[in-house]
Every structure is written in structure tokens, then in C-alpha cells.
């Protein structure tokens, strides 16, 4: 039997309909009228933790025509104003070297005076981002969010319909035990429930506890499993 390798790295494509929304109801709200640039608030600022889906959230925004997504390791030319684009995504400004701070700065001023949108994420409320000082007031200037990541119940509840939707037939105990021994984003959390359904159907076994723990022993140890007795 062949190895199975979880790719936690890669980036599945995101939408803003397969947003786990929980409490951010009105967040996500928001971010719909931004994709169809509707806000009246032409600039917002996504804080929270790591795996709450800030990324998530813009990426799906990028999907929209006129739309580009500026990460934190972006050239200069990602942030120059261009007639085609009428909506900014900045993404973990807190990463950005001092010289792209600059730039974001003066993309910032010039999407305000071009009538465009930006949505820009980071991991702290402005005030205590540590970026410069311009660009930390300009953070602030619009509409100012936490995203508030998923309690274990609501993740339990998302999986439980995404595994729904494959057809996938989990035993009671998975889910808790997945999330007591795994990374508790939604994002790493939704792959290995890909990992698992792939896994099931190349052992011939039902997704259970005993299977859980088999794959993540392989993945931890990086070496070719042992099949355990149910």
C-alpha cells in the first residue's frame, strides 16, 4: 500500500459562499457587498487568529472580476493603482517589509481618492499593529472587524455536513478525536477530511478512530503504515 501524503500547504481555491460563518455573521455580510462593491464603506480592516479565515475571506473576494490579492510578499507592482481594478486585498500587513508599507500606504491614499475599495488583514486591532505610523492610522480609518474563528461545536457541525455532502459515513468518535489530536483550522481540519475519505477508499475500511490514528501516525512519522485491527 502506497504512502498517502497530506498536502497541508496547499491553498484550495476559496469562495466567499464556503465561509464557515459562525458568529460573523455580519462581517460576512459585509464582504458580499464588497465583492459586488456595494458598501458604502469603501475600506475595511479583518483581524484575528491564525486559521480564523482572514486568507479565506480575501481570497474569495479575489475571485471577483476586478478584484487583486496583494500577499505580504508581493513585488512593488502589486500595489500600484491600475484602471482595471476596483478592489484591493492586502493580506497580513503586518508581514510587509518597510519598503512595501510605503507602498501600501499610498495605495491606501489613492484607492480613497479613486472611489476603489480595499479590505486589508492582520492579526491585531490597528492600534497595536506593528507597522508604521501612517500606515497603522490608515488602518483605522474604515470599518474594523474581528473575525471570530469557529467554536469546537460549530467545526464538528461544518465537517459533519461536509462529509455529508461526499458521502462520507463518519463513526461518532472521529470528529472530537480530530480535533483533540490535529491543527483546529477550518482549512487543515477540511483537508484531512479529504485525506480521510481518500484513505478509506484505497484501505477498504470505514472511517473510524482506529483509521484516524493510522493516518495521522503515518503523516507524523513520515513512514509507510501498519493496518491495526479495527
Not at 460573523?24 to 469603501?42: D, I, T
Not at 484607492?111 to 492582520?122: D, F, I, K, L, S
Not at 484501505?203 to 483509521?211: F, K, S
Request: hydrophobic content about 40%.
Amino acid at each position: 500500500m502506497k504512502q498517502l501524503v497530506l498536502d497541508l500547504g496547499a491553498e484550495p481555491a476559496q469562495s466567499l459562499d464556503t465561509f464557515q460563518i459562525g458568529e460573523n455573521a455580519e462581517m460576512a455580510h459585509l464582504m458580499h457587498q464588497f465583492a459586488q462593491r456595494a458598501s458604502r464603506e469603501h475600506f475595511c480592516y479583518l483581524w484575528g487568529e491564525t486559521g480564523a479565515g482572514k486568507t479565506h475571506l480575501l481570497q474569495g473576494l479575489a475571485a471577483t472580476d476586478g478584484a487583486r490579492y496583494i500577499a505580504a510578499d508581493s513585488g512593488p507592482e502589486a500595489f500600484v493603482l491600475t484602471p482595471d481594478v476596483s478592489l484591493y486585498l492586502v493580506d497580513d500587513v503586518d508581514q510587509l517589509s518597510p519598503e512595501r508599507q510605503i507602498d501600501a500606504f499610498a495605495l491606501f491614499n489613492q484607492v480613497r481618492e479613486h472611489g476603489a475599495y480595499m479590505v486589508c488583514t492582520g492579526p491585531v486591532p490597528p492600534a497595536v499593529l506593528p507597522v508604521r505610523e501612517d500606515l497603522r492610522t490608515r488602518m483605522g480609518w474604515g470599518l474594523v472587524y474581528q473575525i471570530h474563528g469557529l467554536s469546537d461545536d460549530e467545526k464538528i457541525a461544518a465537517l459533519t455536513q461536509a462529509a455529508e455532502a461526499r458521502g462520507l459515513t463518519l463513526s461518532a468518535s472521529v470528529l472530537p478525536y480530530l480535533l483533540s489530536h490535529f491543527k483546529r483550522d477550518m482549512r487543515s481540519l477540511s483537508t484531512m477530511l479529504d485525506a480521510l475519505d481518500q484513505y478509506s477508499l484505497e484501505t477498504q475500511r470505514p472511517v473510524t478512530v482506529p483509521l484516524l490514528r493510522d493516518l495521522l501516525l503515518q503523516e507524523n512519522t513520515g513512514s509507510p503504515h501498519s493496518e491495526p485491527k479495527e
